[in-house]
């Protein structure tokens, strides 16, 4: 079992920024991906980004690609997100997954991963 903790969520004016951490309580082998997903209100949760065990892949959607920057620390069972340039659409509250090795492993797909934390609460002011 692999629980997963957020921080680093807040209230920030546009433009600004914000580091989320997620801490892990163990990485055993079979995990593989760590992914950040978030919701809005009256809307699905959504993919963000994703790192693989080795931190070699990296993966994005398109909105946040090049604001945002996924990384992960395997001694510290942790991954972040910064999240620079932010705008009123990335209020949302914001989730850390983790996935297990699978054949056919598809990163973006929130149905892949086995554990969620409890979310943190990011808004962005305009």
């Known amino acids: 079992q692999v629980q997963l903790v957020e921080s680093g969520g807040g209230l920030v004016q546009a433009g600004g920024s914000l580091r989320l951490s997620c801490a892990a309580s163990?990485?055993?082998?079979?995990?593989?991906?760590l992914g950040w997903f978030r919701q809005a209100p009256g809307k699905e949760r959504e993919f963000v980004s994703a790192?693989?065990?080795?931190?070699?892949?990296?993966l994005y959607e398109d909105s946040v690609r090049g604001r945002f920057t996924i990384s992960r620390d395997n001694a510290k069972n942790t991954v972040y997100l910064q999240m620079n340039s932010l705008d009123p659409e990335d209020t949302a509250v914001y989730f850390c997954?983790?996935?297990?090795?699978?054949?056919?492993?598809?990163?973006?797909?929130?149905?892949?991963?086995?554990?969620w934390g409890q979310g943190t609460q990011v808004t962005v002011s305009s």
């Open positions: 997954a983790a996935a297990r090795n699978r054949i056919g492993f598809q990163a973006r797909a929130a149905a892949e991963y086995a554990y």
């Open positions: 790192i693989s065990k080795g931190g070699g892949i990296t």
């Open positions: 163990s990485l055993t082998f079979s995990i593989n991906y």
